[in-house]
């Protein structure tokens, strides 16, 4: 009897001592510094794609979470290139429809270092800044998630669901050495019902947050090549049917073309949310887009904001031109690269059936590469994960409208979906239009007060969504 009362005494305990861990404050001044020089170290990895170099940025994070004792293990999908996965259990038997997984990619975009100011590998901290490419776009995410999964383990959270850190690769080039390499081969490591990825925003105006985006859906990325033919000669015969020519007049009559509106049910709750916070002529034409009088609204949404324009219809911009072997030789063909971002369910074929009848030449046509993206259904905005988000977007910014989105751009999330995962899109840092503007370009930055506000969004978010 004396030894039971015993056990259950110490087990008392250690229940006692655990809960008070649990309810000991973060410390915020210590973590912020440790994830600023986090950052400043991964940054200084250059993870240009191509060629990646992910694995030793996936060494590094793994190193530093089996410093605070987290286990992580390091799974290389090519030579020199990898991803690394840690876990906090919540119990012996992992349950995937539960798990939560903070996502995020360590690959980054070129640069020309001749138009930064700094080094643009070397984590620069200046005037409130720390600069480097990957700042915005997404190592910051990768180290908030990392911070996230350590001030969790240091204040020994009980957790009623397993949350899972996952930084992978080659995000930027499609994902098969990074996301996809990670659901085909390794699925029971990462295998979890909801997720927060990149995708969403903080839009943050006159030092007050404006509202806060959550990505609950995205655009599909196609590339179709519009190619001009016609017969070759000499260029001081100039001739009608000249390639150049007939690409020229192809791509002008695109340009000016719009594809027709067609608003999902995320974007008009975005632009529903959205009058909440705008000015009173702009908000009407929002609240009107259910009304008969929708197509001018959409007119006047669209030619307000080329973003907004891009949240309603199919796009396609022209990014890249090829003619030509010599300046004084009329090319046999010439060639555009138009990249297409498609709504959600739409047809690529039916878009180009679309565009050859706008281009109307017979010496034009258009090659659809393979698409690098599949398209996935939107994740709910019903769901506990989405509550969540709501609820620790208010406590942390008051007063900021919170609203589900469709972004313009491609993410991983994509591939969650597919699986059947409530993936969430967030930049979690407050930024304004200007500072968002720096993401792929040069100078390249992030503010630490941002930096580490941003943390302590995601911290409340993941904490209430994952605690007991």
Request: include cysteine.
């Amino acid at each position: 009897m004396l030894r039971r009362g015993a056990l259950i005494l110490l087990w008392a305990g250690l229940w006692g001592a655990a809960v008070v861990r649990a309810q000991a404050p973060v410390d915020w001044a210590r973590l912020n510094e440790e994830a600023t020089q986090w950052l400043a170290g991964l940054i200084r990895i250059n993870t240009t794609n191509p060629p990646g170099n992910e694995l030793e940025a996936a060494r590094y994070l793994a190193a530093i979470l089996e410093k605070e004792g987290i286990s992580a293990e390091v799974l290389e999908s090519a030579k020199g290139r990898g991803i690394v996965v840690a876990r906090l259990r919540s119990g012996p038997v992992p349950d995937p429809s539960r798990a939560l997984l903070l996502l995020g990619h360590t690959d980054v975009v070129g640069v020309d270092r001749a138009k930064w100011t700094v080094d643009p590998f070397g984590g620069v901290i200046k005037e409130g800044y720390l600069y480097g490419r990957g700042a915005l776009d997404m190592k910051s995410i990768v180290i908030a998630n990392l911070a996230v999964l350590v001030a969790l383990k240091r204040q020994g959270t009980r957790l009623s669901r397993d949350v899972i850190f996952l930084a992978e690769g080659d995000e930027e080039e499609g994902g098969v050495e990074g996301i996809q390499f990670a659901i085909e081969q390794h699925w029971e490591k990462i295998a979890a019902g909801f997720a927060i990825n990149e995708g969403g925003r903080v839009l943050a105006r006159g030092g007050k947050v404006q509202y806060v985006g959550i990505q609950a859906s995205e655009k599909v990325p196609v590339n179709v090549q519009v190619v001009a033919t016609g017969p070759a000669g000499h260029a001081s015969i100039p001739r009608k049917e000249n390639p150049v020519v007939r690409l020229a007049a192809a791509i002008a009559k695109i340009g000016a073309y719009d594809a027709p509106a067609r608003p999902n049910t995320v974007t008009r709750r975005y632009f529903e949310k959205l009058a909440e916070i705008e000015e009173p002529e702009m908000a009407k034409w929002m609240r009107a887009l259910e009304t008969q009088r929708e197509p001018l609204a959409i007119k006047r949404i669209s030619d307000a904001n080329p973003v907004w324009n891009a949240m309603l219809r199919n796009t396609m911009a022209p990014t890249i031109l090829q003619a030509g072997v010599r300046t004084n030789v009329i090319p046999s063909e010439a060639r555009a690269n138009l990249n297409i971002r498609l709504l959600p369910g739409e047809s690529v074929q039916e878009l180009v059936g679309e565009l050859q009848k706008v281009v109307s030449d017979p010496q034009v046509r258009f090659e659809i590469a393979p698409a690098s993206r599949q398209p996935a259904p939107p994740s709910s905005i019903d769901t506990e994960l989405y509550a969540a988000m709501e609820r620790a977007a208010q406590q942390t910014f008051p007063g900021a409208v919170v609203m589900p989105l469709m972004s313009t751009w491609a993410t991983d999330s994509a591939q969650l979906r597919l699986r059947q995962v409530q993936c969430y899109g967030i930049i979690p840092f407050p930024l304004t239009a200007e500072e968002e503007a720096r993401m792929h370009a040069d100078d390249e930055r992030i503010p630490l007060a941002a930096f580490h506000k941003g943390i302590e969004f995601l911290y409340r978010i993941v904490e209430s969504f994952a605690r007991q």
